[in-house]
């Protein structure tokens, strides 16, 4: 049973290589690309959500995130968890550099994004929009979904 579906998932994975191959064969590489976007769902009451991701910087110069709005947010901020006197809190980050070829990751417990205030509740398979602004002048306007939380 297991065996099949280790089969099945590696069958899939090369799919998704051959896959990401072609596209970029056919359109250039990006100069930042995204992957692993991750919106846990929250309870309806909650006024924050965030965001995980990882962020490639196909380029040989470094790049400066320096903004990211959301049509279904009042306010999109990035943040950076750290303790403080053995307790978790979270600072907002202005500016996330990303050096050339450097992958970010985004994740629980380190850097995130938080999306501040939703304009209404959202629920699992709900769309969110995101606009990554740099300081280039390059932005990227990612579509994807709240996804359930185990
Ligand atoms: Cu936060």
Redesign the pocket.
């Known amino acids: 049973m297991s065996k099949i579906f280790l089969a099945r998932k590696t069958f899939a994975s090369i799919v998704c290589f051959i896959a990401s191959i072609n596209l970029a064969a056919a359109h250039g590489l990006a100069a930042i690309t995204f992957s692993n976007i991750t919106i846990p769902e929250a309870p309806p009451v909650a006024s ?1 959500m ?1 965001a995980y991701m990882h962020i490639k910087n196909n380029t040989n110069a470094k790049k400066i995130l320096n903004k990211i709005s959301s049509p279904q947010f009042k306010r999109v ?1 990035i ?3 750290h303790m403080t006197n053995g307790m978790m809190s ?1 600072k ?1 980050i202005q500016a996330l550099t990303i050096k050339a070829q450097q992958t970010m990751i985004l994740k629980p417990g380190g850097i ?3 999306l501040i205030k939703p304009l209404k509740p959202l629920k699992h398979n709900d769309q969110v929009t995101l606009t990554f602004k740099f300081a280039s002048g390059e932005s990227t306007i990612i579509n994807t979904r709240v996804q359930k939380t185990d």
């Open positions: 924050v965030a901020e943040h950076e968890m979270m907002q995130h994004v938080m």
